[in-house]
């Protein structure tokens, strides 16, 4: 890791994200090295796996309230995803 470059695992999802946008603008951009293109892909590879996992946790929380026969809530489920 280059110094005063944040560890990954300790970023939020918020700051991953904007991480991996400069990444990809870096990229596109064209102007950079080739040795430092393949340092930036490899970091934004672990940026969007971070956001990914972030991602997935946050899924894994969500629950889905459920109504009774007159349309009340009466408790929660958790969410598996599409049905």
């Known amino acids: 890791m280059q ?3 944040p560890d990954i695992s300790e970023m939020s999802f918020e700051e991953a994200l ?3 946008q400069q990444v990809v603008r ?6 950079v090295p080739l040795d430092q293109s393949i340092t930036l892909y490899e970091r934004g590879e672990k940026l969007r796996q971070h956001c990914q996992a972030r ?3 946050a ?3 969500i629950e889905a309230i459920v109504l009774d026969a007159k349309g009340q809530p009466s408790g929660t489920k ?5 049905e």
């Open 26 to 31: 870096q990229l596109e951009d064209g102007d």
């Open 55 to 57: 991602l997935d946790a």
């Open 3 to 5: 110094e005063g470059t």
């Open 78 to 82: 958790s969410f598996d995803g599409p």
């Open 18 to 20: 904007k991480a991996l």
């Open 59 to 61: 899924q894994a929380r």
